[in-house]
């Protein structure tokens, strides 16, 4: 049972465009979410995060909207820029737990 | 500072035989992760451990096992490979548990 959903794998954008990333999860007891970028043959890295007090999160040209009731956030990237290409994850935590839970990645890409 | 780091970068056994996959932080972080990811799929949590000592089950520990003697350092041990445990292995530290977590730059296993 998948805890955290990214139900779209790909998605391509045109440079200077936005981006929109979305997630759903099933589980009410998440109240701290968190976006991680990862390239190819690297590692991921942390993103941007959003506690479950808040609705959204901005940092530069990311934003994290949450919307508690629906169970969603999505990531806006405004512009989006080539360099932005990668896999994005969404990761959920639960109060008073050190664990993530991952969703399966949707892959981003910019076109120049 | 390296950040956090991971031995081998490859690696090819057959089934049965055993290895171990070192994680080194050098950013004096309590909590270190093991996580697998496969193709099409998230990162999934294998063991963690929230101090020098201590170690916990994640979401998939069946036919692995972890040590953290060293606070720097969190082992992953294979007793008895199985192709099922083909992936590639990303290791992750943090100050605490909500804090972003750091990520190695992962180890590819090949079980034949």
């Known amino acids: 049972d998948q805890q955290v959903k990214q139900n779209s794998p790909s998605l391509s954008v045109q440079e200077g465009r936005i981006s929109i990333l979305n997630c759903d999860y099933t589980?009410?007891?998440?109240?701290?979410f968190l976006w991680y970028k990862k390239y190819p043959a690297e590692g991921p890295t942390f993103l941007i995060s959003i506690s479950s007090i808040k609705d959204k999160n901005e940092d530069g040209r990311f934003t994290v909207f949450l919307n508690k009731s629906a169970k969603h956030l999505s990531l806006h990237i405004v512009p989006s820029q080539p360099g932005d290409s990668a896999v994005y994850f969404c990761?959920?935590?639960?109060?008073?737990?050190?664990?993530?839970?991952f969703g399966k990645g949707t892959k981003l890409t910019v076109n120049p | 500072n390296a950040g956090v780091t991971q031995t081998p970068k490859f690696r090819v056994l057959k089934t049965g035989q055993s290895m171990t996959l070192l994680c080194a932080q050098d950013m004096n972080h309590e909590y270190m992760y093991w996580y697998r990811q496969d193709p099409g799929m998230g990162l999934r949590l294998i063991h963690y451990?929230?101090?020098?000592?201590?170690?916990a089950k994640g979401e998939v520990p069946d036919g692995y096992n972890v040590s953290r003697l060293k606070k720097q350092n969190f082992l992953l041990g294979l007793e008895s490979a199985a192709p099922s445990q083909t992936s590639v292995y990303f290791c992750?530290?943090?100050?605490?548990?909500?804090?972003?977590?750091?990520f190695g730059p992962g180890t590819r296993l090949t079980v034949l």
């Open positions: 990761a959920a935590m639960e109060g008073g737990s050190e664990k993530l839970v």
């Open positions: 992750a530290s943090n100050r605490r548990g909500r804090d972003e977590q750091f």
């Open positions: 451990s929230v101090g020098e000592g201590t170690t």
């Open positions: 589980n009410s007891m998440f109240d701290y």
